[in-house]
T-cell receptor
């Protein structure tokens, strides 16, 4: 069964460093998303991406965040200068279209120290 | 922005007992989705309800969408240890319905 894959599964980084979280969405999907989940809290929307551009973003997704689809398969989330409060599980998701369900990857646990 | 409120936050039930989680909104929802997240896992889509008063069943799970489309519930009959996890309701919204707003979830713990 097709699945969304994310790498790495766990990333530890020093405050102020840049991190890139990688995702390979399901191959025929057209909509891509990043969500984050601080430990024990709800899943929060960060950004959605369609047709090679951001279609929506939340207030969390500030200038420190960016997304890219560098090739036909990868979808990346970059945090330019990490802060302690960026520590969370980051989930990538994709969906076939805007009406069907999103499939989530296993997540990348980001720990900023 | 749109908020979906979910209650209870935690629920402990004996194995075999029923469980219900409720999702409420102050405004009309365009749809409601339910996800399950196992401990340490990722959200997994369970179902989407779109129509007013809609009821859908998946084995021991029953999902309802209120007549006014402002509330929804997930009911599990005769819980099993495999039901452990957090159940999130969510609305898919946005200009092109491409943003999912999650509730805070109900964490279900099963007592053996």
């Amino acid at each position: 069964e097709p699945e969304v894959t994310q790498t790495p599964s766990h990333q530890v980084t020093q405050m102020g460093q840049e991190v890139i979280l990688r995702c390979v969405p399901i191959s025929n999907h057209l909509y891509f998303y990043w969500y984050r989940q601080i430990l024990g809290q709800k899943v929060e929307f960060l950004v959605s991406f369609y047709n090679n551009e951001i279609s929506e973003k939340s207030e969390i997704f500030d200038d420190q965040f960016s997304v890219e689809r560098p090739d036909g398969s990868n979808f990346t989330l970059k945090i330019r200068s990490t802060k302690l409060e960026d520590s969370a599980m980051y989930f990538c998701a994709s969906s076939l279209d805007s009406y069907t369900e999103a499939f989530f990857g296993q997540g990348t646990r980001l720990t900023v120290v | 922005g749109q908020q979906v409120m979910q209650i209870p936050q935690y629920q402990h039930v004996q194995e075999g007992e029923d469980f219900t989680t409720y999702c409420n909104s102050s405004t009309t929802l365009s749809n409601i989705q339910w996800y399950k997240q196992r401990p340490g896992g990722h959200p997994v889509f369970l179902i989407q309800l779109v129509k007013s008063g809609e009821v859908k069943k998946q084995k021991r799970l029953t999902f309802q969408f209120g007549e006014a489309k402002k509330n929804s519930s997930l009911h599990i009959t005769a819980t099993q240890t495999t039901d452990v996890g957090t159940y999130f309701c969510a609305e898919k919204e946005g200009n092109r319905d491409d943003k999912i707003i999650f509730g805070k979830g109900t964490r279900l713990h099963i007592l053996p």
